[in-house]
């Protein structure tokens, strides 16, 4: 099977990353914290099975996910967790908003990442 038909499976548990909803690969790319240049060529995970990243989400819908030791949220500056929890939070949601939708890839980060992004490549589109 050609590489590209076997889906995206997760570097970590090795389980197929079916849904974008699930994809840290994704949620790391909305938020800004992945470059598009190297979206293609990134490995990828559950977003659960990053739990360092996936702790910072704070929804209803969203069990907590628990990190113990140097990086566990609890024992990090306070403003620093309250910034990731507000920015990963509204990186899922917009991975809820536009899965199973036909938007074009370059407009799945939150607005002020595609800003960003054109700043970056010099104002271009």
Same mark, same amino acid.
């Given at each position: 099977m050609a590489k590209c038909d076997e889906g995206y499976l997760c570097e970590v548990c090795g389980r197929d990353v079916a849904?974008?909803?699930d994809?840290? &690969?994704?949620l790391r790319y909305v938020v800004g914290m992945l470059d598009p240049e190297v979206l293609h060529t990134t490995p990828e995970r559950h977003i659960r099975?990053?739990? %360092? &990243?996936? *702790?910072?989400i704070v929804? @209803?819908?969203?069990?907590p996910v628990p990190v113990t030791g140097p990086f566990d949220k609890r024992s990090l500056d306070p403003v620093f967790v309250a910034q990731q929890e507000q920015l990963l939070t509204r990186g899922w949601r917009r991975l809820?908003?536009?899965s199973g939708g036909e938007l074009p890839i370059i407009e799945y980060p939150l607005? @002020? %990442?595609? @800003? *960003?992004n054109q /700043? /970056?490549?010099g104002g271009m589109s």
């Amino acid at each position: 099977m050609a590489k590209c038909d076997e889906g995206y499976l997760c570097e970590v548990c090795g389980r197929d990353v079916a849904q974008l909803t699930d994809s840290d &690969l994704y949620l790391r790319y909305v938020v800004g914290m992945l470059d598009p240049e190297v979206l293609h060529t990134t490995p990828e995970r559950h977003i659960r099975c990053n739990p %360092v &990243l996936a *702790q910072y989400i704070v929804a @209803e819908d969203f069990p907590p996910v628990p990190v113990t030791g140097p990086f566990d949220k609890r024992s990090l500056d306070p403003v620093f967790v309250a910034q990731q929890e507000q920015l990963l939070t509204r990186g899922w949601r917009r991975l809820q908003e536009i899965s199973g939708g036909e938007l074009p890839i370059i407009e799945y980060p939150l607005p @002020e %990442v595609i @800003e *960003q992004n054109q /700043r /970056r490549m010099g104002g271009m589109s």
